[in-house]
């Protein structure tokens, strides 16, 4: 289904909607490409969306761009329950978008992107707003190993699925109308692996889809009682190394600019930041 697009008050074309991610991509692609540590998010969803790995929803996903004239000046990315997604935006464009979307009946309860360009979009909703996470956006710069420790890594097999969940369970969204399957999302193509010392697993680790070179970290969890031990370092550090011999150019991954620990893990093994962003919900009152 195409949507109308929203056309700016200079006359030029300004913000068009779909929820196809084909168009999406054959609009906006390029743009997105152009700058792929920070449009990563857009890359690897609209990939998954592509290949159908997204549940169904009362609501598809909305995928935007903002044209001026014979150049993309930004896009978005929206499935449900998953915050908003702004890439590539100034923040003189929030206002814009914010009315081109309530001309299209969107009004997100969470949205996510640069600090600058989610606190002006915030804003002009103005329905209210509190910050619920500061993320740190980081890229492999040269991969170091980290200190030894006890174990192997295992690349999870759908047999893992109880223990994957349990370690991942921090992740689950909390919206269970509509649940997005991470752990059988990343096992179905065989990117997700274990840390296991005696044969027991003690940490986990996995990769995104590649969509032209790029992949992203995530679900990296160590249960509290497995903490302290270097497992997580060295699963992660597996992982970005099977992502290298892949033939990946672009690693990176996300983090909570909050929790040193993993921040100092991350820039121990060879990540280096590129941008803070930050998740803000809407309609907040106080």
Do not use: C
Not at 157 to 183: C, G, H, I, M, Y
Not at 242 to 261: M, Q, R, V, Y
């Amino acid at each position: 289904m195409r949507l109308e697009p929203r056309f700016d008050s200079m006359g030029g074309m300004g913000w068009n909607f779909t929820d196809d991610v084909e168009q999406y991509l054959g609009a906006a692609g390029e743009f997105l490409r152009s700058r792929p540590a920070e449009h990563n998010a857009a890359l690897t969803v609209s990939a998954t969306v592509a290949a159908g790995k997204v549940p169904g929803h009362p609501n598809p996903p909305l995928f935007g761009w903002l044209s001026r004239g014979s150049r993309v000046g930004g896009a978005i990315l929206h499935t449900r329950p998953s915050p908003l997604g702004l890439f590539g935006l100034a923040a003189d464009d929030a206002a814009e978008l914010v009315a081109a979307l309530q001309d299209a009946g969107r009004e997100p309860d969470y949205v996510v992107g640069p600090v600058g360009v989610v606190q002006a979009f915030a804003e002009a909703t103005q329905r209210g707003s509190e910050v619920v996470e500061e993320q740190l956006l980081y890229r492999l710069r040269e991969l170091v190993a980290p200190r030894p420790t006890a174990g192997r890594a295992r690349l999870a097999q759908e047999s893992d699925r109880a223990v994957l969940e349990d370690f991942t369970k921090v992740f689950a969204d909390e919206d269970t109308s509509a649940p997005f399957d991470e752990v059988g999302e990343r096992l179905s193509y065989h990117g997700i692996w274990l840390w296991e010392v005696d044969g027991e697993p003690v940490s986990v680790a996995s990769l995104s889809r590649s969509v032209a070179g790029i992949v992203r970290v995530g679900l990296v969890a160590t249960p509290p009682e497995h903490r302290g031990h270097g497992y997580a370092a060295a699963v992660t550090h597996h992982v970005s190394q099977a992502a290298l011999n892949a033939g990946n150019h672009e690693i990176l991954l996300f983090t909570d600019k909050s929790n040193p620990t993993s921040n100092g893990i991350y820039q121990r093994l060879g990540y280096e930041v590129v941008e803070e962003q930050i998740q803000m919900r809407l309609g907040a009152t106080y």
